[in-house]
T-cell receptor, first 112, second 114 residues
C-alpha cells in the first residue's frame, strides 16, 4: 500500500526561526513529490520535485528530494507568523493520470 | 497555477437527502479532475478520478453508487452525495491537473449532514 509519512506532526517555533519539515514515502510507480500549504481552506501549491538533489526555491521556502532514500524536506527560513499553516506533502503516482497520496501533514505554528 | 472554483462553499442538509457539489476549472480545459475528502485533523484522501466524457475511477472503499461523479464538460465536474448520512459530513475538495501533473485545488465544500 502506498504510504507517505510526515514528521513532525506538529511544530511550534518563534518568529525568525528556521524550520525543516520531513516527508518520507513508499509509493509504487513514483513520479513526483509535491508540497502544499493549507491554511483555512484548500491546499495551495508550493513545489513539485521530480529529480533527486536539485533544490527548488521560492523566497524563504526551499525543498529538495532524495529518491534513493525516499524522502524530501521543506525548509522555511526566517519564519513569519503568516507561515503558520498545515504543510502537506504528497507522492505522485503514475496511474493513468497521476494521482496524489498525501501524508498526514505537519501543523506549523509560528509565535511572534 | 490553475484556478478552480467550487460551489457551494458550505452546505447543511438533512439525513437522507442528496447534495450536489460543483467543481469548475476556470482558466483551462481539464480532462481530469480529482475529488478528495478531508475529515477534521486528517489529511486529504482521494475518493475518485473524474474523466471528461467517461466514467470516473473510484478508489478502493469508496462507494460509486453513493458518490456519483459526472464530468460532462472540460470545465465542470460534479460530485453528488446521495442519501447523505451524518458520517458523510466532511470537507470535500476537488482539484484539476495541469500538463505538468501538478494539481491545483478548489476552495473546498464543507458538508454537514444533520
Amino acid at each position: 500500500e502506498d504510504k507517505v509519512v510526515q514528521s513532525p506532526l506538529s511544530l511550534v517555533v518563534h518568529e525568525g526561526d528556521t524550520v525543516t519539515l520531513n516527508c518520507s514515502y513508499e509509493v509504487t510507480n513514483f513520479r513526483s513529490l509535491l508540497w502544499y500549504k493549507q491554511e483555512k481552506k484548500a491546499p495551495t501549491f508550493l513545489f513539485m520535485l521530480t529529480s533527486s538533489g536539485i533544490e527548488k526555491k521560492s523566497g524563504r521556502l526551499s525543498s529538495i528530494l532524495d529518491k534513493k532514500e525516499l524522502f524530501s524536506i521543506l525548509n522555511i527560513t526566517a519564519t513569519q507568523t503568516g507561515d503558520s499553516a498545515i504543510y502537506l506533502c504528497a507522492g505522485g503516482v503514475i496511474q493513468g493520470a497521476q494521482k496524489l497520496v498525501f501524508g498526514q501533514g505537519t501543523r506549523l505554528t509560528i509565535n511572534p | 497555477g490553475a484556478v478552480v472554483s467550487q460551489h457551494p462553499s458550505w452546505v447543511i442538509c438533512k439525513s437522507g437527502t442528496s447534495v450536489k457539489i460543483e467543481c469548475r476549472s476556470l482558466d483551462f480545459q481539464a480532462t481530469t479532475m480529482f475529488w478528495y475528502r478531508q475529515f477534521p485533523k486528517q489529511s486529504l484522501m482521494l475518493m475518485a478520478t473524474s474523466n471528461e466524457g467517461s466514467k470516473a475511477t473510484y478508489e478502493q472503499g469508496v462507494e460509486k453508487d453513493k458518490f456519483l461523479i459526472n464530468h460532462a464538460s472540460l470545465t465542470l465536474s460534479t460530485l453528488t452525495v446521495t442519501s447523505a448520512h451524518p458520517e458523510d459530513s466532511s470537507f470535500y475538495i476537488c482539484s484539476t491537473r495541469e500538463s505538468t501533473d501538478t494539481q491545483y485545488f478548489g476552495p473546498g465544500t464543507r458538508l454537514t449532514v444533520l
